[in-house]
């Protein structure tokens, strides 16, 4: 989660490539890089823990709604309430605009960040059906599965096009694929030593590949190019893939005390991912962003101090008797 709050603190730095100096631009850059990991390895981390059950397929989507809604459209309403107070969107003196106004607020999400709550309801929905599948498949089937979905993904570059057969595989090229990719990462019995630090090598020249793609089209095209950055891409899947599997293997001891923080966290985070935006903007408006000085130490920093207080939002909101239902 903290990597999403790191990846929307300094995205504002890299689309300002017109006026910020080169080396700004390039914390911004670097930063980008290393978290974009985060909403492919979220979608993973469900995928892992989600497909290797059998589900009613009511009582599934019953909670799995029923959790996830409420506080959507109680953040979806409160991103409203603050565009309007931004006057960025503005009410009529009749009713039905109005009304036709949220509508399709909600319907297209209302911030930037919550294009992730509409992905994963998709995801909801397919979950059940996919589960059958990947409990059953053999793993030459699973590989076979996840080698379409690489193979559609790296033809669908604009750059690849004129490789594409033409046969029609958009149903591979989803986040569907990530869901499978974590539940075959997450349950694969490696035989090979070294998993660990293979993975971290694979993280970080991915990283880097990504980085100086991202840098060296600038330079070329004297713009920003997303063309590395794409969620669903080769290079962000072998970047998830290398942090998944880093999460994975790597072992590390932490204190009781931080564990039992870290544990309580992990039960809040749809709610820190609902509210960080909103602390991000009261942060902005105070003045406190990437700007307060250099971004190399400013990035994380107040992406550590948006993650805190958004934490203490949601703890707070969690122990109030209306507001835990909508907390996330």
């Known amino acids: 989660m903290f990597a999403v709050v790191v990846l929307h603190t ?20 670097v930063y980008n890089a290393v978290v974009r990991f985060s909403v492919p390895v979220f979608v993973m981390i469900t995928g892992a823990l989600l497909l290797q059950r059998e589900y009613e397929l009511g009582d599934f989507l019953k909670r799995r709604f029923g959790r996830l809604i409420p506080p959507f459209i109680f953040w979806s309403l409160t991103y409203i309430g603050y565009k309007l107070y931004n ?14 106004l949220i509508l399709q607020q909600l319907q297209t ?58 046969i029609d595989l958009h149903n591979f090229t989803g986040y569907i694929g990530y869901l499978v990719l974590g539940y075959y990462l997450a349950y694969k019995p490696f035989k090979f030593k070294n998993i ?98 250099n971004p190399v130490f400013s990035i994380p920093l107040v992406a550590l101090l948006t993650f805190s207080l958004s934490s203490l939002l949601i703890f707070v909101m969690s122990k109030l008797p209306l507001l835990k239902y909508v907390a996330g």
């Open 196 to 293: 660990a630090l293979i993975a971290a090598l694979v993280f970080v020249l991915c990283a880097l590949l990504i980085t100086l793609g991202t840098y060296f089209i600038l330079l070329k095209n004297k713009d920003l190019n997303t063309f590395f950055y794409e969620p669903i891409s080769p290079f962000i899947i072998i970047l998830s893939s290398g942090a998944f599997l880093m999460a994975r293997f790597i072992k590390v001891n932490l204190n009781p005390v931080v564990n039992n923080i870290i544990s309580n966290i992990g039960k809040y985070t749809l709610g820190l991912y609902l509210s960080h935006a909103l602390i991000l903007n009261v942060l902005e408006l105070n003045d406190i962003t990437y700007k307060i000085f």
């Open 10 to 29: 300094a995205s504002p730095l890299l689309f300002r490539v017109k006026d910020a100096s080169i080396n700004d631009w390039l914390a911004a850059d």
């Open 109 to 166: 999400g209302s911030y930037y960040h919550l294009w992730y709550v509409y992905l994963l309801m998709g995801l909801y929905l397919f979950i059940p059906v996919i589960s059958k599948f990947v409990r059953n498949a053999t793993e030459k089937e699973l590989l076979y599965f996840l080698g379409i979905w690489f193979l559609t993904v790296i033809l669908s570059r604009p750059y690849l096009t004129m490789f594409d057969p033409g």
């Open 87 to 100: 006057e960025e969107i503005e009410l009529s003196n009749n009713i039905w605009p109005n009304i036709k």
